[in-house]
């Protein structure tokens, strides 16, 4: 489960990452907050900032890959850490001099979307450079774990802070600026001899272009980046939902916030420590199960009458969403060529995050006028639409069998290889010397039972 760690430079990043990851979770709790004060309790206001955060995916994250691809990973990004830490920063000292009004979020949001979209790309096909593909699918799962580990930490801690300071955000935006310094150290700490750097790609015209044919022409990555797509713009906005819930159907405060904010991180972790003992490559129906299996979930926390039921089933969404988002790029890193990963993982992130534009404030709309329970409801419905479209595609012309055991409970869903057609056995059987329809030789006749 932990076999990644054996590798120093992973380490250092691991543990730097850690203590990032908290402060960059204490600043997305803090920021809600502060856009819920700021606008007196929108939801749209909510979406708008989640999704000018999250636009400059759609924009800039082909740029990061290309960066991936051509320059030195390392180097890359500390420079973009060091942007992330001073827009904290900035946000910060605005909070803590009560100069901060609303289209001041709204643009840091935006230039810090812009920076994350530049290292989100270069950080995850920096993993393979630090581990080498032996041990990729245990070190991706190992990240969610610390990227969730940090989620269960970083929200009680900030939704304590504001407690405590009376509703003020600021301490949670410095911190977060504090913690890019430990991510930078422990980068400039690498052996640098140690990675397994990848070839770089030459500058060259097309590159972009080059990436699209790539995934076009293979339907396994098509498949997984649609999910992801669908799952990231409908499913993934329980920044807004659970703090819709919290404040406008439950009547809680910034703590009880956090608190549900760690519920949900509590699954995600359970879900990415899980996840961490699969070495291989996933197959294309365990996406297909544990997105359905999110959506169904996600239905089912919008229903829950009060606020003990729903923290309650919070942790087993959170552990599906995770399952499925660790599946989905461990799927996709080790299916693709070394000398394109930093590029197809910048198109599949544009899948995953860059439909939150569109979809957060949707669902921010949705959860002001139909009531905060419909954007879980709404989204789940969603995620499981699609889920049954992707398995249907993947069972054309195939054997689908659902097998549900109840002790212990599991379900797996079995898919034969495509039986050929007629016409193509019928080639086949004369290839090999037989009229079609005959009998080969050693098979059973007619009738018998196979061994």
């Known amino acids: 489960m932990f076999a990644a760690l054996g590798v120093r430079n992973f380490r250092l990043y691991a543990s730097a990452n850690l203590v990032s990851l908290t402060g960059t979770w204490m600043q997305r709790i803090g920021q809600d907050w502060l856009v819920l004060q700021l606008s007196g309790g929108s939801g749209i206001a909510l979406g708008v900032t989640t999704a000018l955060q999250f636009a400059p995916t759609l924009l800039f ?46 643009l840091l949001a935006a230039a810090l979307g812009v920076a994350s979209s530049l290292d989100l790309p270069v950080r995850q096909s920096f993993v393979s450079e630090m581990v080498g593909p032996e041990r990729l699918a245990n070190a991706v799962s190992l990240n969610s774990t610390v990227f969730n580990g940090a989620r269960l930490v970083g929200p009680a801690v900030a939704g304590a802070l504001i407690g405590l300071a009376g509703g003020d955000t ?35 015209r097309g590159q972009l272009r080059e990436a699209l044919g790539y995934a076009r022409g293979r339907p ?26 919290a404040r406008e159907e439950f009547g809680l405060g910034a703590t009880a916030f956090g608190f549900l904010s760690t519920c949900y991180a509590v699954g995600s972790l359970s879900g990415a420590l899980l996840s961490a003992r699969r070495s291989a490559r996933p197959l ?30 919070l942790v087993p969404t959170g552990a599906a969403a995770l399952m499925f988002s660790v599946a989905c790029n461990s799927f996709v890193q080790l299916g693709v060529e070394p000398h394109m990963r930093g590029r197809i993982l910048a198109l599949y992130f544009m899948c995953f995050m860059g439909g939150t534009p569109a979809g957060a404030p949707l669902i921010g709309w949705v959860s002001e006028h139909l009531g905060a329970r419909w954007g879980f409801i709404a989204g789940g419905l969603v995620c499981v639409l699609a889920s049954v479209v992707a398995g249907a595609l993947l069972a054309r012309g195939r054997r ?18 495509p039986r050929p057609p007629a016409a193509v056995a019928g080639l086949v059987a004369a290839a090999d010397g037989e009229a079609p329809g005959a009998q080969s030789a050693g098979a059973p006749p007619p009738g018998a039972t196979p061994r």
């Open 170 to 204: 600021a301490p949670a935006f410095l911190i977060n600026a504090a913690s890019f310094v430990v991510t930078i150290g422990a980068l400039l700490a690498m052996r640098v001899g140690e990675l397994r750097r990848s070839p770089p790609v030459a500058r060259a």
């Open 61 to 106: 994250s082909f740029y990061g890959g290309v960066l991936a691809d051509r320059y030195d990973k390392r180097r890359v990004l500390v420079g973009t850490q060091a942007l992330m830490g001073a827009l904290a920063l900035g946000l910060g000292l605005l909070v803590a001099t009560d100069a901060v009004i609303l289209w001041h979020v709204y």
């Open 400 to 417: 689908v069998r659902l097998e549900v055991h109840l002790t212990p409970p599991r379900a797996h869903l079995r898919v034969a290889a």
């Open 284 to 313: 294309q129906r365990f996406l297909v199960v544990a997105a359905a299996a999110f959506g169904v979930l996600l239905v089912i926390a919008g229903l829950m009458p009060n606020e003990t039921s729903f923290a309650v089933l």
């Open 220 to 245: 396994d990555l098509l498949l997984a980046m649609s999910l992801a797509f669908v799952a990231g713009t409908f499913g993934f906005n329980t920044q807004i939902t659970i703090a819709l819930m």
